[in-house]
């Protein structure tokens, strides 16, 4: 169980109300789909997923993981991992995973294995996603064999999305080969990214699902929760966003940019 004497986080809702982190989870447990929308590097955000996980797999034995750091074409290897099957390095020779895999996802995958949980490995090879970086398109022909991740609606009707993706680029250095790319075709692998992660979770929509990704993924219920919302409106999802001080939120529409934003001062 995580410590909440003494500790300094807290949660606030798109209410604007404070949330102690009990109550927090004690709503949380009425959500079928909870994205943590992280910055990869924020220490805050890994040690709140990792509370997250266990928090949740207290109140439902049933939960699912699903992971952005893991690509479709290596959940075999994942699968046998979990079970017990091949060894920890065997493990991490074949599923590529990201170079900050030990020190924050390696807990969460621990703990999936301990407890059983299955994790999802949620996103698009990258080559896939290159290849339509590339080509500008998003077809069988240019998959290839990568293919069979394609869902069978990708869906590119939010503008709102765009626009925000299109800024992000205009603030990025233009050297180096994503200056070279046409922004279009970039805004596509995105929405292919985003597409297949929903696509992942068909099989596990019976069941609480907490998703761990990178917030723009998820930030006001965009990307992958936009892609799964407009083929399942039923499903209730939790988007949480995490900041170290309500001082980081000054200036943000926090109604609109997560249903919960987790607080961890000090």
């Known amino acids: 169980m995580f410590a909440e004497e003494g500790s300094m986080a807290y949660v606030i809702n798109d209410q604007g ?14 959500y079928g789909l909870i994205f943590a929308g992280e910055k990869h590097d924020s220490r805050l955000a890994h040690e709140a997923e990792q509370a997250l996980l266990e928090e949740l797999f207290r109140r439902d034995s ?4 699903a992971l952005e750091m893991f690509e479709r074409d290596v959940q075999d290897v994942v699968d046998a991992y979990l079970r017990g099957e091949i060894p920890e390095d065997s493990f991490l020779q074949s599923a ?25 490995a949620a996103n698009v090879p990258r080559k896939a996603a290159a290849l339509v970086s590339r080509e ?21 009707d939010s503008r709102e999305y765009c626009d925000r993706f299109m800024a992000t680029l205009e603030g990025m250095p233009r050297g180096g080969m994503m200056g070279r790319l046409d922004p279009e075709a970039l805004y596509k ?17 019976d069941r609480t699902i ?20 407009k083929n399942h409106p039923e499903i209730k999802i939790a988007v949480i966003a995490f900041a170290s001080s309500v001082v980081e939120l000054n200036g943000k529409d926090t109604s609109r940019l997560a249903d919960f934003i987790w607080i961890g001062e000090g």
């Open 210 to 229: 907490l998703f761990c990704c990178g917030h723009f993924h998820s930030d006001d219920h965009l990307g992958i929760p936009y892609q799964l919302q």
């Open 17 to 30: 109300n404070t949330l102690t982190l009990e109550e927090f989870f004690e709503t949380l447990v009425n």
């Open 136 to 156: 500008n398109e998003i077809s069988a022909n240019v998959l290839g064999p990568d293919s069979v991740y394609l869902p069978d609606t990708i869906h590119f």
């Open 62 to 65: 049933h939960l699912v993981l």
């Open 189 to 205: 692998a995105q929405i292919l990214k985003d597409a297949v992660m929903a696509a992942s979770l068909e099989p596990f929509l």
């Open 96 to 120: 590529r995973p990201w170079p900050n895999y030990e020190e924050d996802y390696r807990p969460l995958v621990e703990f999936a294995k301990e407890k059983g949980i299955p994790v999802v």
